[in-house]
């Protein structure tokens, strides 16, 4: 069984950066699309940005385009994500995802289309 554990967030000041780590056990990541959320508070969860299981496609949401940078080590078995120029706005528990989708091409934004959800690391960014 799946199961993803997500890490790196903390403190940064604007402008700063962090990269948070998305671990798989129990599967290899090669058979899935993972997807990067956040929830900040008093707002609904949103796509941050996702990643193919072939590792060619990628999509972000334009808050972040430009800015946030989502990789995967296959020997790692890690999903990574690489937020440069962080605002306060960027301040969020973020998640990671994982669907099912071996050899595609798919990647999505929208959260009701993965079923495999970590626990969330906190990201705050303030001065």
């Known amino acids: 069984q799946l199961h993803l554990v997500e890490s790196g967030g903390g403190l940064v000041q604007p402008g700063g950066s962090l990269r948070l780590s998305c671990v798989a056990t129990g599967s290899t990541l090669d058979y899935y699309a993972i997807g990067w959320f956040r929830r900040a508070p008093g707002k609904e969860r949103e796509g941050v940005s996702c990643?193919?299981?072939?590792?060619?496609?990628?999509d972000s949401a334009d808050s972040v385009k430009g800015r946030f940078t989502i990789s995967r080590d296959r020997a790692k078995n890690t999903v990574f994500l690489q937020m440069d120029n962080l605002k306060p706005e960027d301040t969020a528990v973020y998640y990671c995802?994982?669907?099912?989708?071996?050899?595609?091409?798919?990647?999505?934004?929208?959260?009701?289309?993965?079923?495999?959800w970590g626990q969330g690391t906190q990201v705050t960014v303030s001065s």
């Open positions: 995802a994982a669907e099912t989708a071996y050899g595609s091409g798919w990647c999505a934004l929208d959260e009701i289309q993965f079923g495999s």
């Open positions: 990643i193919s299981s072939r590792g060619s496609e990628t």
